[in-house]
Structures are given as structure tokens and as C-alpha cells.
């Protein structure tokens, strides 16, 4: 993942103490494939579960990135279970088989499924907090293409987010969320109360006082001059553009409102 959407400025020695390389990453260098992934999400996990028990009496915030979900979606020979699901090459990318992506999408994830609840049942979790969250969401064809970062729909912006561990009660969140809101959420947990944040857009989503909100999205692939807003309420999507060098300062105009696939309802513009 070195030098990919600046992920190397985020795994670096300014944020982390210590950033560990996989087995692939670092015995094979730029030759690592997609065929790796499975046998590198194993050996992170493990070594995390390691880092954490180790190092149990100090407090310390444990990070890792998994890819088996990212296409093509790939997994060990023993959880081939859904079938089909061969690629010809792991460059097969038109024409699509739906069929077959979707198998691969339910392999990778059985295979992480398995090797996550091992992570997890190796921790005390009287003593740790575990986080497992996406960082996109992944289109199967359900919004008309495969893959994510090529649309605005609910698909594609929605993410697993599981929190358990100390000071966690059993509970679902029935309305729309962000990643901002993990850093306040997390703190409340480790606090057992809501604790202020400066700087932080993020909501405390445990806080009794939470019950519903609305959230802004900023999809990928933006132009350098003109970004794009998604703004989710409560089911509604409305898409803005902001103009960032407008005279006056960043301009804000409303596009239109887009339906669960990411396809405006009306065509309209207005700002």
C-alpha cells in the first residue's frame, strides 16, 4: 500500500511508534500480488493479537489495514465455497461476472470472518477495545457497476462498523454514521462518559443523547478545483459541489438529491 492515496504518510513514524511490514511486503517487495493477501492479513492479525497481549499493562492504540476483501476478492483454497468463482486473471475486469465476483466477495469474506474471531478470542476483552470498520463500502452490481469509488450510492458509502470490548453494551445504531464519529465514541468508552473534543467533527454515538443527525460524505476521486459533498439525512441524499477558488470564497451549490444508487431524482441544479 506504500505511496497509495498517501497511506504512507499515514503508517509513518510521526503517528505511529512502530510500523510493522508483512511477510510479503517485505520479502517480495513491489513483486507482492493480490495472490498474497490472504497469507498477510493472517500474519497481521496474529501479530497484532501478539503486540497487544505483550505489551498488555501500557496503554497503547494497535492498527491494522486487511485487503482479502479488496477486488478481486481472494482467499484461501479451503474457503472456495461458494462456487463458481474463477477468474481467468486477476485483471478480468470486463466483462464482469456478477456471479462469480459475488462468490469470490463471500470467500474472502468467510476467510477474514474465521481469522477475525480467532483475533478476537485470543484478547481479553475486559481489558482491550476492538474496532473492525471498512473503509469503503463495495458494489456486487447492485447499483450497476462493480467495485466502489465510481458512485454516491448507499452501497458503496455503507461500511461494517463493530465495536465490542470493555465498557460496550450490546446495541445497534439506527441511524447513518461516519468515521469521524469512531475518535469521540472511542473516548467515551475508554472515559465511560462523553468527553469534549476540539477540533473534531465526530459524534459520540453511545452518548444517550444521540438519536439521529446527519453526516457529510466526501467521495473519492475529487477534480483539484471542484469538490463533492453528500450530505445523508435520514435516508435523503443531496449531493452539493464546492467551488474552492471562487473570488468571494468557497462557493456551495446544490446539485440535486440522488436516490439509493447514486442517480439524481430530478436533473436539476441549483445553487
Known amino acids: 500500500m506504500k505511496g497509495w492515496r498517501r497511506m504512507d504518510e499515514m503508517f509513518h513514524s510521526n503517528n505511529f511508534d512502530t510500523i510493522v511490514g508483512t511477510t510479503s511486503s517485505q520479502e517480495k517487495g513491489w513483486s507482492a500480488t493480490e495472490e498474497d493477501w490472504p497469507d498477510d492479513d493472517k500474519w497481521k492479525l496474529r501479530k497484532a493479537a501478539r503486540i497487544v497481549i505483550e505489551r498488555s499493562e501500557e496503554p497503547q492504540f494497535v492498527f491494522t489495514f486487511l485487503l482479502s476483501t479488496h477486488y478481486p476478492y481472494t482467499f484461501p483454497p479451503q474457503f472456495r465455497k461458494y462456487q463458481p468463482s474463477s477468474l481467468q486473471s486477476l485483471l478480468q475486469w470486463l466483462p464482469m461476472d456478477s456471479e462469480i465476483l459475488r462468490n469470490r466477495y463471500k470467500n474472502s469474506t468467510s476467510f477474514l470472518e474465521h481469522e477475525l474471531l480467532a483475533f478476537i478470542n485470543s484478547l481479553d476483552l475486559q481489558k482491550n477495545l476492538v474496532i473492525i470498520t471498512g473503509d469503503h463500502g463495495e458494489s456486487l452490481g447492485e447499483d450497476g457497476v462493480f467495485a ?62 444521540l438519536h439521529s443527525g446527519t453526516i457529510v460524505v466526501s467521495p473519492p476521486r475529487q477534480l483539484e478545483k471542484i469538490k463533492t459533498l453528500l450530505v445523508i439525512d435520514q435516508g435523503r441524499r443531496s449531493l452539493f459541489n464546492v467551488l474552492l477558488e471562487s473570488p468571494g470564497g468557497p462557493l456551495v451549490g446544490f446539485v440535486d438529491h440522488l436516490d439509493e444508487f447514486g442517480r439524481p431524482l430530478s436533473g436539476s441544479t441549483r445553487r
Open 148 to 209: 466502489h469509488g465510481s458512485r454516491k450510492s448507499e452501497v458503496q458509502c455503507r461500511t461494517p462498523c463493530i465495536i465490542l470490548g470493555a465498557g460496550v453494551c450490546p446495541g445497534k445504531t439506527q441511524f447513518a454514521t461516519s468515521h469521524t464519529d469512531i475518535v469521540p465514541t472511542l473516548m467515551h468508552l475508554l472515559e465511560g462518559k462523553s468527553v469534549p473534543l476540539q477540533h473534531i467533527h465526530g459524534r459520540d454515538i453511545v452518548s444517550s443523547k
